[in-house]
Structures are given as structure tokens and as C-alpha cells.
């Protein structure tokens, strides 16, 4: 079965610096992607990050990057600089690229509180 | 505006009574999906259309859950018989590509409480 693990229900950091979220994932498919959404207060689930499970670099989107490994079946995210603005939720998702119109699979995931 | 909306926000609604919520995708997207987010948790697929065809409905709960887009855009996520438990937010999703990987662009939600 496929699934996804974020085991951090809270992280706190203070403005400036870097804060990494943990996920890893459980899948047979040889062939699937990985996500971040950040989902703030008003609900809306804003789509960060793409990860392939064959692209060889991490992926890197501005300040957001994907910390890859996949033998350990693991894609932390990684913001660098943080900023008030990043305080949301944010859950890591799951898609069998292999299938088409498969759903995302999602993360119970991470609240994170920036603060001055 | 040019997101994914959803209307209505919020539905307070009474054990007992019938739902409906509805869902503008982006236009000319192909793939949508409603998903079922309950406090605290991550939201949980309920069902997927491609165009006005529904592939899969695997994630409906009961058959109190009923989902239509017969033209192909608009959607209406249906609960009959509300139960206390159907409390959620309801979250609709698009996507231009009809599968593989399209990124996804999620509405602001349709906030169900069952009294």
C-alpha cells in the first residue's frame, strides 16, 4: 500500500533561518512523483514542489528545495530563509505517475510557526 | 477570477439533511478531483473526473456521497443524509493534463459542519 509519513506534528523557527520538514514514503511502483503543498490559514492548498523518481538533481523551486533519497525513501523539504509568511501547514503528497488520473496520497502534515 | 472556486465556504448543515457542494475548475482543465480533509488530517481522496467521465470513485465513503460533472466542467460533490461525521472540508482540485503528472490547483475549500 502506499503512504506517506510525515511524523512532525510542529516545528518552530525563527525568521532567517533554514527549517527542514520530514516525509517519507512507502510505494512498489518503480515510477511515481512527489509533492509539497503549503496550505495557510484561509485553506487553499498551494502547490510548492515536483519531485520525479527519476530525476538524478533535487529539485529546487526559489527558496523551497527537495532533499531526495530515495533509498531511504525520503523527500525532506528544505526552506531556506524563513520568512513570517511561511507559517501554514504543509503536507507532503504522493502520485504513481505510472497511472493515469491516480489521486495524490497525502501526508498527515507539519505545522510551522515562523516567528520574529 | 482565473482559480479553482468553490461555493459554497461554509454549510452549516443539520443532522438528517441533504448537501450539495459545487466546484468551478479552472477552465479547459480535464482532471478533476474532490478530496475530504477533516480537522487536523491530510485530505483523503473521495473521486476523480476526466472531463465528464468518473474513472474513479473509490474514496466515496458511503453511497450517501455522489459526485456528478456532466459537462464536463462544473462539479457538485452531493451528501445525502448528513451524519456528524461527513464534518469537513470538502476540497476541490483541477489540472490541465488528464493524467500522468499534471500539477494540481485546489480551490479554497467548502467548510461542512453536521450539527
New interface residues.
Partial sequence: AQKITQTQPGMFVQEKEAVTLDCTYDTSDQSYGLFWYKQPSSGEMIFLIYQGSYDEQNATEGRYSLNFQKARKSANLVISASQLGDSAMYFCAMSPRSKAGTALIFGKGTTLSVSS | GAGVSQSPRYKVAKRGQDVALRCDPISGHV?L?W?QQAL??????LT?F?NEAQ??KS?LPSDRFFAERPEGSVSTLKIQRTQQEDSA?Y?C?SSLE????G???????S?LTVL
Fill in positions: 482532471s478531483f478530496y487536523g488530517q491530510g485530505p483523503e481522496f476523480y476526466q474513472l474513479d474514496g472540508v476540497l482540485a488528464p493524467g500522468e503528472y500539477e494540481l490547483f485546489f480551490g479554497e475549500g467548510r
